[in-house]
């Protein structure tokens, strides 16, 4: 069998996605048995003409994590679609926009601001802000512009296939590889795999209650959490009745912590963050608004906790 | 969205007389709605709901073999109904249907008429797309239980529970006071007949206390309605009386010992009453209870006379409250009314000054079993020689409630005629205008002119004791204007009365959400149509009746109650009732088994598959309200006929144009 043509890309993102394909461990050498790279930046020391230089449709298969935030990310996200037989949202950031897309609450002129002129270590007293092209003696400067906001890979170019996770679980990195390198039968194009259908609560061993009211939200430093009761049950937002199941438990299970929402909505939710205030909203036990208000008003940043990895898809989108 | 593939849509816009078409340009609508590639027919008729214009729409339905069918029309809470019969009626599926709203929601609310177009094709846009994922569903029908639950003991309560037992039916009757009898216990005369009000009363308690198929409570609440028409579930919470009244025989001289005293809100606080009481001595029934805050035994449990003295044995201080759960098939809404007691009775000397009563202070100090037996005295016990009432006291104010009550202006002329034969005084009204229209209402104004009263048009703005002549020394000086002859004036009198209106109850708004009816700006149960359905509810199997439904005199009241009545009886007799057919499902792939739906079901129609650790929905049981369908995190639960897709698509139509 020859060997696949492979490649893995970084845009907008952390490189806790690239970590996370390292963390099949020994695996790797499989991998590498059986594939050649051909982009890799956070390992191997590839460059952009090289990519630009392949055939169409070169490579097999292509893991793209991070969100496109600006004009690189877009410019490699087209390059590696056009260079791709598969392309793979990887990870949150990919799929659904993950951390970075938090920023699309905020506008550009005021995310720029904060960070280059107002935050307390930053000294910039002529408030110089980065600018796409700089002119200097030797001559003209050019770095990616900064868009307005975040995209996920899928609203900027065709995506086959999306792996969820932040990052994603590695024994599911494993098996998306496997089934790629044995040739086994794909699923259809746009599948989340990697992934299950029904959200995490079906995994999750936890006990659940059938009366579920919410008095008051509380916060996993100001109770001892009881490690078998549902979070929802203890007043702690848990996200896992809103995101797919498959990431193998690590926060609940693992470090007794709620469920963050990176494995994304199930197929029949259209919006995370709404689906989850709707369904918390549900079960808030008051009929009195001052007292719905001072329960919901727990919650100290309502937005970015329930959209914490799924702003960009979602129907916020971003501010205007 | 996926491509139209129903193209057989018959679109019919309504002009509503010139409700619609005065504000909505229907022409353009027709015009613009004829070009959606999916709508085969749009046509339009002056009253889409009358019998031609629903010939209209049987006809086309007929000749364009049309698939899906859209009104644009009133609300559909008003018509629904009548055009689902349509389709019924042309062998159509009623939920082929789709309502527009484009007069409620449109022609009354927009000023502008180009907008209100544009709304009215934007609207009927969203329900071309959204009737294209309209599905077909089953007629479902249950079985109405016959029993009734008649919140409020006053009048309209008794007078709809005692036509009801009357019928045969079983009836729970919840009061929060400890009798029956309400408000017009507490009167003397009524207006314009001058009978008396226990007369007329009295009886009809006393009948309710020993009616076979009445099941009263007092001193009860309801503390909870789930269920839907036909088949609602009540509790009852039964508050303690610590009176056992299996063992009481209404002796009263439990009542006779008692040494705590505490002011009686029966009486208006114009005398006291013990901590053990019945809140009058016509009281049904006529037993006692105790009242806990104010009992010493309870407080301090030291005392215990009550129990010392009762020979029955009847006194428990153990007595807890105790939760009844009931089946009802209809409920009938009777709670009722409070006095007003605005912030402006203060300018009026109230509190401050002495003889200057409220309407309802006036009530119980003229009634015969009253604290003075129906004398009308001063405080200091000797007679009044002059006295004033002013109308519309927080009434016909935009500052305090802006309504007319209704009922004060014929009161007040009833108080004046009292005065005048029970102690010669002369008497001043101060009114705004006289309203007096009624069955011998306006005969008994002309009656009361000829009685020598003083009327004088015009608002009071103040009563002082402070003297400008020596006339008015040691007398209340009542400062207004008579608009006239256009001069102020100044009256000196003895005593003071205001006429205070009906105000809807405090807690209005907690029965509002227990009932799901919604309440008007002022508290009052808003009917489902103000003129042809007054006594219905938008709560299916829900009925008002009397004065909490809005100011009403007594004949109204018990008009409204004797409505009531009827419908719940029409409910029994029919026997059967149509149920909305859009229930829920859950889809097992999707289920993941959090159990929110469970603890949010209003009608507990979902149970959990421990094998297959799934929530499953009992179809039996589900009223369809979408709870479980919006509360879903994962997208599982799904509500028939408002699936995401048909809002998704409906949304898109607003927004397509």
Known sequence: ?320 | MAASKIKKVGVFVCHCGVNISSVVNIEKVVEAVSKLPEVTVARDYKFMCSTPGQELIGKEIKEQGLERVIVAACSPLLHEETFRRVLVKSDLNQYFFQMVNIREQDAWVTADKDKATQKAIALISAAVKRVQTHEPLPKREVDVDPNVLVIGGGIAGIEASLQIADAGHKVYLVEKQASVGGHMAQFDKTFPTLDCAACILTPKMNSVGFHPNIDLMTYSEVVDISGYIGNFEVTVRKNPKYVDYEKCTGCGVCMEKCPSKVSSEFDEGLVERKAIYTLFPQAVPNKPVIDAKNCTYLTKEKCGVCQKVCEAGAINYEDKEELVKVKVGSIILATGYTFAKPDVLKDYGYGKLDNVLTALEFERLNNAAGPTDGEITLKDGSKPQSVAILHCIGSRDKNYNEYCSKVCCMYSLKFAHLVREKTGAEVFEFYIDIRSPGKAYEEFYTRIREEDVHLIRGKVAQVTDVPVTDDEKGKLVVIGENTLTAQRVRVPVDMVILSTGIESNKDAADMSRLVKVATDKDGFFIERHPKMAPIETASAGIFIAGTCAGPRDIPETVASAQGASSLALKLISKGKVEIEAATAWIVEELCAGCKLCISMCPYKAIEFDEKKKISVINEVLCKGCGTCAATCPSGAAKARHFKDEQIFDEIEGVLSL
């Open chain 1, 1 to 320: 069998m020859s060997k696949l043509n492979i490649g893995a890309y970084w845009a907008a993102s952390c490189g806790g996605c690239d970590i996370a394909v390292l963390d099949i461990h020994e695996k790797i050498l499989k991998v590498n048995e059986a594939c050649n790279f051909y982009l890799w930046p956070i390992a191997m020391d590839f460059k952009y003409e090289d990519v630009e230089k392949l055939e169409d449709n070169f490579l097999d298969l292509m893991l793209f994590n991070g969100a496109v935030r600006n004009s690189e990310n877009e410019k490699l996200a087209k390059l590696l679609r056009a260079k791709s037989k598969l392309l793979v949202a990887f990870g949150s950031c990919a799929h659904t926009g993950g951390i970075p897309a938090l920023a699309n609450f905020y506008k550009k002129d005021d995310l720029l601001r904060r960070v280059y002129v107002e935050t307390e270590s930053t000294s910039n007293p002529d408030k110089i802000l980065p600018q796409p092209k700089t002119e200097v003696k030797e001559g003209v400067v050019e770095i990616p512009e900064f868009y307005d906001r975040v995209f996920s890979l899928a609203q900027v170019v065709d995506v086959d296939y999306f792996v969820p996770g932040c990052p994603p679980n590695p024994e599911r990195i494993w098996e998306v590889l496997e089934a790629v390198v044995t040739g086994a039968e794909l699923p259809p194009k746009g599948s989340v795999i990697g992934a299950t259908d029904k959200s995490l609560c079906d995994e999750c061993e936890r006990e659940k209650s059938e009366d579920k009211k919410i008095k008051g939200f509380s916060r996993i430093d100001k109770v001892m959490v009881d490690p078998k009761t549902c979070f929802l049950d203890q007043g702690l937002i848990c996200l896992g009745p809103v995101t797919r199941g498959g990431c193998g438990q690590k926060c609940i299970k693992g470090s007794n912590m709620p469920c963050r929402g990176c494995y994304g909505l199930p197929p029949d939710i259209q919006d995370q963050g709404a689906q989850m205030i709707s369904s918390l909203a549900a079960l808030i036990d008051s009929k009195d608004p001052e007292e719905i208000d001072k329960i919901v008003k727990e919650v100290p940043d309502l937005a970015g906790y329930f959209y914490r990895f799924s702003m960009a898809g979602s129907f916020l989108e971003g501010s205007k």
